[in-house]
């Protein structure tokens, strides 16, 4: 019997949250997982299919809000630019989750397979932005240069943002804005 | 009973990449390995913590290598250039490695568990990298931004030189020289 749930998706990843933060990852199961949101195991696994997967819902939001940025960006802009500008729309709806943003990060930090499986997934995003460039004309290997910059704008960003020790209060969009500015400061020293 | 076996390292990393390509990955054991290099599942282990650590020897290699480079960089050298300046130096001894690079890249590409343990590897560099350039005062972001943009390079060009269709003869060096060139255009476009 399979019976529709409200937000099951969101129930799930918090509830995921919540007890890798109380009881560490290790010690969690997915069957505690659904049963903490008030759901079954078997509908948990219609949502994600393995323990980790949970915790990067976000990752497959943000590459695909990305890969559209690219997609409906302007002609002649530059291609580093057309990439800064769609990793700050990608960021908006992540903006209204700091909280949780954070929690998230300290669990991913804490844990080697969670870490493993973070990089796979930026890898598996750098990829899709190095082909959604390609098909804006970018030729190789610009177009996975201009990939592999953009991701580690984001990365840093990222990391600030996540970062409670170095909060300015700037949105994830300002920072990204940032780092871009400094990654061409960077690059233009040399 | 030890006995020192000569290069015994470079045996068994051999041994592996041959059983890894013919009878796969997954098909292979550590016990196999040793044996084919005429050695005991003991001296492996004395060398290599898994079954995946065999073909990543070079990767520590390559860490090292760049962090003296960083070093030793002469002073008042733009930091994106120090780091070409380190990459370039720490390829030299992979030039000669170019057939055994691309059999093992061939073997890692074909398996997911290798390509993560190798995304954790190129984390690890990053982040050694971003603290020697710490260590030659530059300021956070910049310098994990420079890492950052650095270990980029460094992945397109290294790409480019196991890709044999793509091969042009360039050398590794050559090929980061322009992966360098590159990316200071495409950051100057904007």
């Known amino acids: 019997m399979t019976r529709w749930e409200p937000n099951a998706r969101g129930r799930l990843q918090l509830a995921a949250l919540e007890l890798y933060s109380e009881r560490g990852y290790d010690q ?6 659904a049963k903490h949101a008030g759901l079954t195991e078997r509908t948990y696994f219609r949502y994600f299919a393995d323990k980790r997967e949970v915790l990067f819902f976000g990752t497959g939001m943000l590459q695909e809000r990305l890969v559209q940025g690219i997609i409906a960006a302007p002609e002649g802009k530059p291609p580093l630019d057309m990439v800064g500008a769609s990793l700050e729309a990608a960021a908006e709806p992540v903006e209204e989750i700091r909280d949780f943003s954070r929690r998230r990060q300290a669990i991913v930090a804490a844990n080697p397979e969670l870490q493993e499986r973070e990089l796979s ?70």
């Open 28 to 33: 969690t199961t997915v069957s505690e997982i």
């Open 121 to 190: 997934k930026l890898a598996a995003l750098t990829a899709a932005l190095t082909d959604a460039l390609r098909g804006r004309g970018l030729a190789d290997p610009a177009a996975r240069l201009t990939a592999e910059a953009g991701m580690a704008v984001f990365k840093v960003a990222y990391q600030r943002w996540v970062d409670e020790a170095d909060d300015s209060g700037e949105t994830l969009a300002q920072l990204i804005r940032q780092s871009l500015a400094e990654l061409k400061t960077v690059a233009a020293a040399g």
